[in-house]
Each structure stands twice: as C-alpha cells, then as structure tokens.
T-cell receptor, first 113, second 114 residues
Framework: QQQVKQSPQSLIVQKGGISIINCAYE??????FPWYQQFPGKGPALLIA?????SEKKEGRFTISFNKSAKQFSLHIMDSQPGDSATYFC????????????FGQGTELSVKP | DSGVTQTPKHLITATGQRVTLRCSPR?????VYWYQQSLDQGLQFLIQ???????AKGNILERFSAQQFPDLHSELNLSSLELGDSALYFC?????????????FGEGSWLTVV
C-alpha cells in the first residue's frame, strides 16, 4: 500500500494553542517521513522530517512524534501563531523508490488571533 | 525562494491542445520531480529524473511525457488536454534524488483547460 492517510482535513486553533495533525501509513518499507508546509500561491516547503529509528524530533515549536509499531506519526505545533496558518502535508518515501514522496491529503490549519 | 524556477506561472488552453511546462532546478541539484496538485487528488507524484535519466514513475497519464535535458532543466509535456487536467503542476528538485534528500518545490504552473 502506497497511501499515507492524514487527518484532520481542516483545523482551527486559537493563538497560543497546540495544533496536532496525524498521519498513518501501511507500507513498512517507508523510511523517511517529512512534513511540508504550503502557503497559498506557493509551493510546499520542508518543515521538519524524521526517520523511523527515532521516536521524536523537535525543531523550535514544531515536533514530530513517530510510533513505528502503530505506523503513525504526527506533527505538533506548539504556541500556534496566525503566521502558521497554512496547509500541512505529511509525506513518506522509501529507499527502493528513490526520493519520491507520497503525500497525505493535507490539513488546512487556521490559527485565530 | 526555493531556487526552483517554473514557467509559465499561468496557462489557459483549450481541450485537445498540447502544452509544455518548463522547470529549472536549484543550482547543483541533479534530480527533478513533477507533481500534480488538485483539490480532489491532492499532491500526486508524476515522474522523477536524475541527471537526464528517468528514475521513478508515478500515476502519469500516457498523454503526458517529460524529459530532463543535459543542462538539467526539465519539461513536462501535456497533450490531448482534457478538462480534468486542470491543476497546479509543481516541479521540484533535490541533490541526489535519494531518500532523505530535501526536496525543494517551485511555485507551480497553473493550468486551466477550457
């Protein structure tokens, strides 16, 4: 299975709150899991990424939590800001298929002031 | 600015026509990817090239073709266009085309088929 399933489809969070976006995958051959952020009119841009040998990775306000046994990973945005309002995509790729990314369906995040 | 350049930014064309989308990768990147983004299908991988050779193929229609030239720029050709081909087409690039590379996306080419 090549799919990556992402939820929720949309999310509204108050400024200062925590935004949580979840993804699940089936193919255990996936070995790289990035999150991309996309603003309207722009291309997706890498936000943070994790390998399956690590359970958590933090960069500033952004944290990926990875559960290998459950085949799930999530993005946590702490102290969410209006400037974080964007569409977020989880993705996965595997060595056998080079660098190509399989993307989740995306989550539209809106942070209210 | 990701450093990936795509032209044209917007394109309106009629059904049955053929268009070419062009991409210049980031300086130093040898691998180019093409993705299609639409509301119903999300971000779909089309095809990947590395240093002129096709490396991976996704759900690319037979009416679509691509190539990467010796100067590393790439073109995506879309022919016999249908209304359903209306989408945002992204080109992306990375250094080696291997898993774990940071993949940088351009700003996309908006294609509208009328």
């Amino acid at each position: 299975q090549q799919q990556v399933k992402q939820s929720p489809q949309s999310l509204i969070v108050q400024k200062g709150g925590i935004s949580i976006i979840n993804c699940a995958y089936e193919n255990t051959a996936f070995d790289y899991f990035p999150w991309y952020q996309q603003f309207p009119g722009k291309g997706p841009a890498l936000l943070i990424a994790i390998r399956p040998d690590v359970s958590e990775k933090k960069e500033g306000r952004f944290t990926i939590s990875f559960n290998k046994s459950a085949k799930q990973f999530s993005l946590h945005i702490m102290d969410s800001q209006p400037g974080d309002s964007a569409t977020y995509f989880c993705a996965a790729s595997m060595k056998l298929e080079g660098g190509k990314l399989i993307f989740g369906q995306g989550t539209e995040l809106s942070v209210k002031p | 600015d990701s450093g990936v350049t795509q032209t044209p930014k917007h394109l309106i064309t009629a059904t049955g026509q053929r268009v070419t989308l062009r991409c210049s990768p980031r300086s130093g990147d040898l691998s180019v990817y093409w993705y299609q983004q639409s509301l119903d299908q999300g971000l779909q991988f089309l095809i990947q090239y590395y240093n002129g050779e096709e490396r991976a193929k996704g759900n690319i229609l037979e009416r679509f073709s691509a190539q990467q030239f010796p100067d590393l720029h790439s073109e995506l050709n879309l022919s016999s266009l249908e209304l359903g081909d209306s989408a945002l087409y992204f080109c992306a690039s990375s250094v080696s085309g291997l898993v774990g590379d940071t993949i940088y996306f351009g700003e996309g080419s908006w294609l509208t088929v009328v």
